[in-house]
């Protein structure tokens, strides 16, 4: 059973700060790994989607790694801003059986940041 | 390419009552997958369909929830006498046909109140 675990739980930053957002992952048979980002009473945004052969994702000021070895994700976000704030989710799947496809979710990490 | 659309966006039941949520997936996606977010709680996966078929269920409760994905129509994930424990936001995602190591799309949820 894939269980997933992200921290912090919350972070609150200062305005153009650098910052890293951690998930591990339990079962490491997956053949992606997606980070969604969600705003508070809104729905699901799909930030970055890395495919078990890839080793790191970009797009604009985010960048996503993946070490299945190690069961670990990254989320970098540079530069911070503001509008960065929400709360951040990493989702695994589930690569087998039945369940196939099967998003597991961690907690999610609350980002604040401020002017 | 309209994406996953959902509705209603907000439904406001009496404890008792049904509820019914609606989900239509992105064209030319055939697997549908229905998660719940309960308030101060991660996202939960429900339940797993494709056209005409339960493929898992497993995070569905064992009383009151039904779930179905028609030939023709929407997917319904359906909730009968709910309970004040059921008001959540309910995410739909859907995928394209085949073991796909695509993206999950989400819909924009329905948030469900009961009184």
């Known amino acids: 059973k894939q269980e997933v675990t992200q921290i912090p739980a919350a972070l609150s930053v200062p305005e153009g700060e650098n910052l890293v957002l951690n998930c591990s992952f339990t079962d490491s048979a997956i053949y992606n790994l997606q980070w969604f980002r969600q705003d508070p009473g809104k729905g699901l945004t799909s930030l970055l989607l890395?495919?078990?052969?890839?080793r790191e994702q970009t797009s604009g000021r985010l960048n996503a790694s993946l070490d299945k070895s190690s069961g670990r994700s990254t989320l970098y976000i540079a530069a911070s801003q503001p509008g960065d704030s929400a709360t951040y989710l990493c989702a695994a799947p589930n690569a087998g059986g039945t369940s196939y496809g099967k998003l597991t979710f961690g907690q999610g990490t609350i980002l604040t940041v401020h002017p | 390419n309209a994406g996953v659309m959902q509705n209603p966006r907000h439904l406001v039941r009496r404890r008792g009552q049904e509820a019914r949520l609606r989900c239509s997936p992105m064209?030319?996606?055939?697997?549908v997958y229905w998660y719940r977010q309960l308030p101060e709680e991660g996202l939960k996966f429900m339940v797993y369909?494709?056209?005409?078929?339960?493929?898992?269920e497993s995070g569905m409760p064992k009383e009151r929830f039904s779930a179905e994905f028609p030939k023709e129509g929407p997917s319904i994930l359906r909730i009968q006498q709910v309970v004040r424990g059921d008001s959540a936001a309910y995410f739909c995602a859907s995928s394209p046909p085949g073991e796909s190591t695509d993206t999950q799309y989400f819909g924009p949820g329905t948030r469900l109140t009961v009184l």
């Open positions: 890395i495919q078990s052969s890839q």
């Open positions: 369909l494709q056209k005409e078929n339960i493929i898992d």
């Open positions: 064209k030319g996606h055939s697997h």
